[in-house]
């Protein structure tokens, strides 16, 4: 199975997604894809020999990622903190075969703008009791594809919302690879 990243930033989920399947028979991280040339997930990439491809929302509106991923064989496209939204076409063509991870419990605090710290502070001001994270498949609906998987970690009051943060991330590394691998069956 090829797999394919995508991702906006830093890309510390994706390092750990490349080290889970780094010596893997049935699946390999075949590219890793940005958006900001200057994305940090990029040098990751290299560190692991995996290629790189960069474009803007213009071309990938414009079909140019979908093709890259079909020419590259990609069998499951993996998204790792990925700010735009994916254009209906590419969701399409890789119906059910793409898989998202949401820094809270969906359907709580889904949607636009609910990324980085926001969600975190959003978590925090709403008093909840716990917060966590969703791994699910990709519709056109955004955050609404199925739900695969679901961790959660209780909130204290005096939690600030980088303390949040902190806790979710560990949360997202400690389960991600794992269940792309039972996903994809690898
Ligand atoms: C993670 O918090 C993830 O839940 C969200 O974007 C962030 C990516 O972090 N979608 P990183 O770039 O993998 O460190």
């Known amino acids: 199975k090829r797999l394919a990243i995508l991702a906006s930033g830093s890309g510390s989920n994706a390092e750990k997604i490349m080290e889970y399947f780094q010596h893997s028979h049935q699946a390999e991280v075949a590219l890793v894809a940005s958006n900001k040339t200057d994305a940090f997930v990029l040098e990751r990439a290299k560190k692991f020999g995996v ?17 890259k991923l079909i020419d590259e064989n990609i069998d499951w496209v993996i998204l790792a903190g990925f700010l735009l939204k994916i254009p209906d076409e590419l969701t399409r063509t890789f119906s059910d075969r793409m898989v998202n991870i949401h820094p809270a419990l969906l359907p709580k605090y889904g949607g636009k703008g609910m990324y980085g710290m926001h969600v975190h502070q959003a978590v925090k001001a709403a008093g909840d009791a716990e917060t966590g994270i969703t791994i699910h498949l990709v519709n056109e609906h955004y955050d609404e594809g199925r739900i695969i998987f679901q961790a959660s970690t209780p909130i204290g009051p005096e939690d600030s919302p980088e303390d949040i943060a902190q806790r979710v991330h560990a949360l997202e590394h400690a389960h991600f690879p794992r269940v792309i691998g039972e996903l994809i069956g690898a």
Do not use: D, N, V
């Open 51 to 67: 290629q790189t491809f960069t474009f803007s929302r213009k071309e990938m509106e414009a079909g140019i990622l979908t093709q």
